[in-house]
């Protein structure tokens, strides 16, 4: 199920900074990257999120902010954060319920793939990337970076 040039599910979840995160409150100010993960302190998850944290100006340059989404609670989120020096938002999806609406939800390992999309300022869902296996990171900052530039 693709959600490309669609409207981007919304949703409302806790936050790792604070209060809760609503996707539509961003709408016609930021484009959204949403970058779902399977688990906090996992070795992947552990490269991915500090990578894409560390380039969180560059995201804010192109008008865009990124939020972190997995099953873990708030509390493991912070606690990952603050170990990993991770700033970027980290909400937490702990009935997958978002993963869901998004098509990433992995039922039967009670966790979502790792995936990213991109949701222009508009509330459209621009790219979309699904990786194959949990364990893989192909979609590194970069991409995503050069996918705003082409909006």
Not at 70 to 88: C, F, L
Not at 112 to 126: P, Y
Not at 129 to 147: C, I, W
Request: charged share 20%; proline share 6%; hydrophobic share 45%.
């Amino acid at each position: 199920m693709s959600l490309l040039g669609q409207p981007a599910p919304d949703f409302t979840l806790p936050s790792s900074v604070g209060d809760p995160v609503t996707l539509s409150s961003y709408r016609g100010q930021k484009h959204v990257v949403l970058v779902f993960y399977p688990l906090d302190f996992s070795p992947v998850c552990s490269m991915q999120l500090p990578e894409y944290s560390g380039r969180q100006d560059d995201f804010a340059d192109a008008g865009a902010v990124i939020l972190g989404v997995n099953r873990d609670s708030v509390h493991a989120h912070r606690a990952w954060a603050a170990e990993y020096g991770i700033e970027v938002p980290l909400l937490a999806d702990m009935t997958l319920t978002v993963a869901r609406l998004y098509g990433v939800a992995i039922d039967e390992r009670g966790i979502s793939a790792r995936a990213v999309f991109l949701i222009d300022k508009e509330g459209v869902v621009r790219f979309e990337h699904v990786e194959k296996a949990t364990g893989d990171y192909t979609v590194r900052p970069e991409v995503v970076l050069n996918q705003i530039k082409a909006l």
